[in-house]
């Protein structure tokens, strides 16, 4: 209970917050500007 | 249910990873603090999770990462040659099977730290860092301290999800690495940008402090008690209201003493009459068979070399029976004792150089977060008041493993050589962004002054 309880929480939050990376260009780079293109994606998209 | 969870937690990683590679690295950092194979029933625990999450990590840094400017730092070198020196001494080992063992985790940990630094290229990785090593590191820590509020915990016994006793599940590691994280909790809560600081952000970071502070009276480690004292004097540096933090530190320590179990008040008594207790006087039996051992093979016995150890210790207590005035002393006899400080493990395993080299790596750590903490201290620069608090955090972490594994084996715990990298990474960041400029060389003489715009004689 207390492990499944703690695993949800701790595991919620770390999904979030590895959304909200997903989500921010300055992860890749302070200059949102040079960031790199996505696997398959082409330059221009 | 449970491990349909844990599957599906990792293939969602695995997926944004594709977008922003930086999340494979993220993943491994989480699978190898809280081994989801290890917490697994059935389907995990046949996978090599690890191995996938490193090689994609790998693989996603090379084909996708920028990387401009990107150098080997000083620190990474020595770990490099750490890594080098290990391989050797493992193939000189006096225990070549079990030093086998050991080495088979003890390279990726420090490979890993070697790597990790040239992926935090931007300030919201390393902060995406702390935040993973932070949460994963809650997952058992929250376990432990629910647990201990429930039922005292005590040495040895408290399960924090798994019965396997290594890694960060063990007692005397979690307890120093859960202090040790409580300067970059506090940081995360105020300087965070993933989760910005608002009640709830700072709620969660008091109730995981107190969680990690818990952790300590549950596993009955004097280690980690010695470890919240320092945490706290150190804080006192950080601190304005230096009056009020005395004594707010003062009242708590009051309040939570009659809460305490009374098998762990005993327990840290024994602090104090170390020559009475036998795990006390077992290390320093052991260190000083390691000292000599090492006098004998200065290029150490490789891992697990204090197998071979054969203890003589002599125990001596004041017999509370006769009024306390007689002194009791006994002998006992003991092998192959764990060298239960990450300092003689180095000496006894690498000898003079490899614990010459892991000594150089931790010292230009603090002294480098040391120089970045003065150097923005006083920076007026909105977009750089986050720098010198950090330094700090991180210096603190590093202080509190330094002091913590003077009594625990942990001197190739992979949590630590992440915090490592992350300095390693901090200090590289602010080198490409914020270059000193250049100091004058010597004899070179000082460029021209601008002309004087008013007399003032």
């Known amino acids: 209970m207390i492990d499944t309880f703690a695993l949800a929480l701790t595991h919620g939050l770390l999904l979030l917050a590895a959304w909200r990376l997903f989500r921010r260009d300055d992860l890749d780079s302070d200059d949102p500007g040079r960031a790199r293109r996505a696997w398959g994606r082409r330059p221009d998209a | ?457």
């Open chain 2, 1 to 457: 249910m449970h491990d349909l969870g844990l599957i599906g937690f990792l293939l969602i990683l695995i997926g944004l990873g594709f977008k922003r590679p930086f999340v494979f690295v993220l993943g491994y950092v989480y699978v190898d603090i809280v081994s989801p194979q290890r917490l697994s029933y059935y389907l995990l625990n046949s996978v090599p999770v690890s191995l996938i999450f490193f090689v994609l990590a790998v693989i996603g840094y090379a084909a996708m990462d920028d990387k401009s400017g990107a150098r080997l730092s000083g620190r990474q070198a020595v770990m490099l040659l750490l890594l080098a020196w290990c391989g050797y001494t493992t193939l000189t080992a006096d225990f070549p099977a079990a030093a086998l063992t050991k080495w088979d985790w003890v390279w990726k940990a420090l490979t890993f730290a070697i790597f990790l630094p040239f992926t935090l290229r931007t300030k919201l990785r390393i902060e995406a860092l702390l935040l993973f090593m932070v949460l994963s590191a809650a997952s058992l820590i929250i376990v432990g301290g629910i647990k201990t509020l429930l039922s005292g915990g005590g040495y040895g016994a408290l399960d924090l999800g798994i019965s396997d006793n290594s890694g960060l599940y063990e007692g005397s590691t979690i307890s120093t690495v859960a202090i040790a994280i409580i300067p970059t909790i506090l940081y995360l809560a105020k300087y965070g940008t993933v989760f910005p600081p608002d009640w709830r952000v700072k709620l969660f970071a008091w109730a995981l402090v107190f969680a990690c502070l818990l952790i300590p009276i549950g596993t009955q480690t004097r280690t980690g008690l010695i470890c919240i004292g320092l945490v706290a004097v150190m804080m006192l540096r950080e601190t304005n209201r230096r009056f009020l933090y005395i004594a707010g530190v003062g009242i708590a320590v009051a309040a939570a003493v009659p809460f305490l179990p009374a098998s762990y008040t005993q327990r840290m008594q024994t602090i104090e009459g170390y020559k009475g207790d036998a795990s006390a006087t077992t290390r320093i039996a052991v260190w000083r068979w390691t000292w000599k051992y090492v006098q004998d093979h200065p290029g150490g016995g490789g891992f697990d070399a204090y197998l071979q150890n054969h203890l003589v210790i002599h125990l001596s207590d004041t017999d509370k029976a006769l009024g306390g005035s007689e002194t009791v002393n006994s002998v006992e006899y003991d092998k192959a004792r764990a060298y239960h400080s990450a300092y003689f493990e180095m000496l006894g395993e690498q000898g003079f150089f490899g614990f010459a080299l892991w000594a150089m790596l931790h010292l230009a750590g603090l002294f480098r977060m040391e120089l970045l903490r003065r150097r923005f201290r006083k920076s007026t620069d909105p977009g750089e008041g986050w720098i010198s608090p950090l330094a700090t955090a991180l210096q603190h972490g590093h202080i509190i493993y330094l002091v913590g594994s003077l009594f625990i084996a942990i001197a190739f715990q992979p949590f630590v050589y992440m915090l490592v990298a992350a300095e390693i990474g901090l200090d590289g960041y602010i080198r490409r962004t914020r270059p000193r400029r250049a100091k004058r060389p010597m004899g070179r003489p000082l460029p021209t002054p601008p002309p004087a715009t008013a007399a003032t004689a």
